[in-house]
T-cell receptor
Framework: DAGVTQSPTHLIKTRGQQVTLRCSPK?????VSWYQQALGQGPQFIFQ???????QRGNFPDRFSGHQFPNYSSELNVNALLLGDSALYLCASSLGGIGDTQYFGPGTRLTVL | DQQVKQNSPSLSVQEGRISILNCDYTNSMFDYFLWYKKYPAEGPTFLIS?????DKNEDGRFTVFLNKSAKHLSLHIVPSQPGDSAVYFC????????????FGKGTRLSVIA
């Protein structure tokens, strides 16, 4: 049973560019959440997708957007990249119900130069 | 304003002894708490959770204690093993666990053989 997978593993972009990160949830999971982890910090919630809609959103600007596909996989898009967007981006999947644990993928390391 | 605090950035423990990792929270709405372990270049791995209706939950070598009046939880690892060396994150959420997780900054545990 495959766990949560993310691609790519690493990515280098320059300021002003756009980036798309991808996530496939654990088999049977229908909810995907995205987190940003800056160096020396804990993960910070970006947004959560359920039934192809953004269900909740954290304190991130509109430059951060996402999408969920019918097969429950998800994309995170970041426009107009800033140096401060350099971080580890984590995807977590879970079942849609209350009380279910979120399971994380290995993350995508984004470096903005 | 950090709602989940892990005040010890690092902890060293001898193999076979007990490791105690602490976490404090400020938001009274939090009712579900989790501990994740993170190795370098991997995503956080779920370890153990506890609902606010309990004050203790045990899973093998791992036990989490919750003191709601003090808004404090702790993770006990007994006996500690070298493979337990990792960064441990405390996380909290409201409404049962599938809502956004709020993480602490983590504690780096080193278990010395």
């Amino acid at each position: 049973d495959a766990g949560v997978t993310q691609s790519p593993t690493h990515l280098i972009k320059t300021r002003g560019q756009q980036v798309t990160l991808r996530c496939s949830p654990k088999s049977g999971h229908d909810t995907v959440s995205w987190y940003q982890q800056a160096l020396g910090q804990g993960p910070q919630f970006i947004f959560q997708y359920y039934e192809e809609e953004e269900r909740q959103r954290g304190n991130f600007p509109d430059r951060f957007s996402g999408h969920q596909f019918p097969n429950y996989s998800s994309e995170l898009n970041v426009n107009a990249l800033l140096l401060g967007d350099s971080a580890l981006y984590l995807c977590a999947s879970s079942l849609g119900g209350i009380g279910d644990t979120q399971y994380f993928g290995p993350g995508t390391r984004l470096t903005v130069l | 304003d950090q709602q989940v605090k892990q005040n010890s950035p690092s902890l060293s423990v001898q193999e076979g002894r007990i490791s105690i990792l602490n976490c404090d929270y400020t938001n009274s709405m939090f009712d579900y708490f989790l501990w994740y372990k993170k190795y370098p270049a991997e995503g956080p791995t779920f370890l153990i959770s506890i609902s606010s209706i309990k004050d203790k939950n045990e899973d093998g070598r791992f036990t989490v204690f919750l003191n709601k009046s003090a808004k404090h939880l702790s993770l006990h690892i007994v006996p500690s093993q070298p493979g337990d060396s990792a960064v441990y994150f405390c996380a909290a959420s409201a409404l049962g666990g599938n809502t956004p997780l709020v993480f602490g900054k983590g504690t780096r545990l080193s278990v010395i053989a």
